[in-house]
């Protein structure tokens, strides 16, 4: 994907990843919003909209998670304990099949070079039915449960799979290509993080999806980055590339966390029993500010030292 005629750095796969790694300090996005995140962790929130502070208002003064008419994505049987009387439950019966899952995973991509998802989720679902059978719970109780947990999920799945078939349809439109193409080789060469950033957020945005903007912008980015370097014969031209690929990644990533229709998205809704255009909105006054935040630290970095 980022491959460029005529650039030493990005010949080969290994040299490739190795301008990935170097690149990854500009990845400012990413730093202020995790940044934000820590804030709001120790209690130290700043610029994190009003969405945001009357939701911690909310739950403080009233105890309530959601507003009143919130539409959580998570249905009342998961919202609720459904523990059978007279079982117990432990915290072991979450980790072990959390790790359970985890080693799965790791272990057949290690094996056989991709990562099994739905055995990595089977194995853990056993174990989770194997441990709660061991620890007294009667089969008709776990068997309830199951059906529960499936029901649970069905109106979440559904909204899934309709925001992944729109993703698909936006891209093969190819709006994502004729944007980035439309950009050319006029733009001022200090512009062009800032362009490719708006653009990638739009993009990952009404897609839902990060790599598949990742797909659509790194082939035509770069080349495009590497020929105003040498437009305007830049003394540190690699440098300027690597800003440009860090605005291209922090940009899909960025639409790919606010966007309604991103499966990342709505699947924090829904773990969380969230309503989904409240965590939308929530998190994005926050996610701008890191981005124009970024954007500037961009800005800097290309005008005083490319």
Not at 58 to 87: F, I, W
Not at 100 to 119: C, H, K, L
Not at 161 to 181: C, D, E, I, Y
Not at 261 to 270: G, V
Request: with cysteine; proline share 5%.
């Amino acid at each position: 994907l980022i491959f460029v005629p005529g650039v030493a750095v990005l010949a080969t796969e290994q040299e490739r990843l190795g301008f990935f790694f170097r690149s990854l300090p500009l990845s400012f996005y990413a730093m202020f919003a995790i940044l934000s995140t820590f804030l709001l962790c120790i209690d130290k929130p700043i610029f994190i909209g009003k969405q945001m502070r009357q939701a911690i208002k909310r739950s403080r003064e009233t105890g309530m998670l959601d507003r009143e008419d919130a539409q959580p994505l998570a249905s009342p049987e998961l919202r609720e304990s459904h523990v059978p009387e007279g079982y117990t439950a432990s915290l072991m019966e979450f980790v072990i099949p959390l790790v359970v899952m985890i080693a799965t995973a790791i272990g057949t991509f290690v094996t056989t070079g991709s990562p099994q998802v739905r055995w990595a989720f089977a194995f853990a679902l056993l174990a989770a039915c194997v441990m709660a059978l061991v620890r007294g719970m009667a089969l008709d109780d776990l068997m309830d449960g199951i059906a529960t947990g499936l029901k649970g999920v069905v109106m979440a799945s559904v909204i899934l799979l309709l925001a992944v078939a729109l993703g698909s349809v936006t891209k093969q439109m190819g709006g994502g290509a004729f944007l980035v193409s439309q950009l050319g080789s006029t733009l001022p060469y200090w512009i062009l993080p800032v362009a490719l950033m708006l653009l990638t957020m739009c993009i990952a945005f009404a897609t839902g999806t990060s790599w598949g903007t990742f797909a659509v912008t790194f082939p035509l980015a770069m080349p495009l980055a590497w020929a105003l370097a040498n437009e305007h014969d830049l003394s540190h031209p690699v440098l300027y590339l690597m800003v440009c690929f860090a605005s291209v990644l922090n940009g899909s990533v960025y639409g790919d966390q606010c966007s309604p229709i991103s499966d990342t998205t709505i699947l924090s809704s829904m773990t969380c029993g969230a309503d989904l255009m409240d965590h939308v909105k929530t998190q994005l006054i926050p996610a701008s500010i890191a981005a124009v935040a970024a954007m500037i630290c961009w800005e800097i970095v290309v005008i005083g030292f490319c």
